[in-house]
Nanobody, 112 residues
Framework: QLQLVESGGGSVQSGGSLRLSCSTS????????IGWFRQAPGKGREGVAC????????SYADSVKGRFTISRDFAKHTVYLQMNNVKPEDTAVYYC?????WGQGTQVTVSS
């Protein structure tokens, strides 16, 4: 069973940056495509970005294109979400996912 672990969330001012990490407490992420999702208070979960298992292709939600970058480090068995120029509407709990597996989420709060 794959256990995903997110980290790197926190509070940041509008225009700032954060880097989220997704790793596992058992097994490896390296063979899986990974997605980042978020859920804001009172809203449904939405896809933010995803990356192929080889790390050679990524896609983004329109709302984050040009600001967020998903990447993976095979040496560290970790997938990152670099968030730049964040906005208050980016406030949400961020989750990483592959197949049926979800992490516990990490809170990102952006203040104006």
């Amino acid at each position: 069973q794959l256990q995903l672990v997110e980290s790197g969330g926190g509070s940041v001012q509008s225009g700032g940056s954060l880097r989220l990490s997704c790793s596992t407490s058992g097994g490896t992420l390296d063979v899986y495509a990974i997605g980042w999702f978020r859920q804001a208070p009172g809203k449904g979960r939405e896809g933010v970005a995803c990356i192929t298992s080889a790390g050679d292709s990524a896609s983004y939600a329109d709302s984050v294109k040009g600001r967020f970058t998903i990447s993976r480090d095979f040496a560290k068995h970790t997938v990152y979400l670099q968030m730049n120029n964040v906005k208050p509407e980016d406030t949400a709990v961020y989750y990483c996912n592959t197949k049926i597996y979800w992490g516990q989420g990490t809170q990102v709060t952006v203040s104006s």
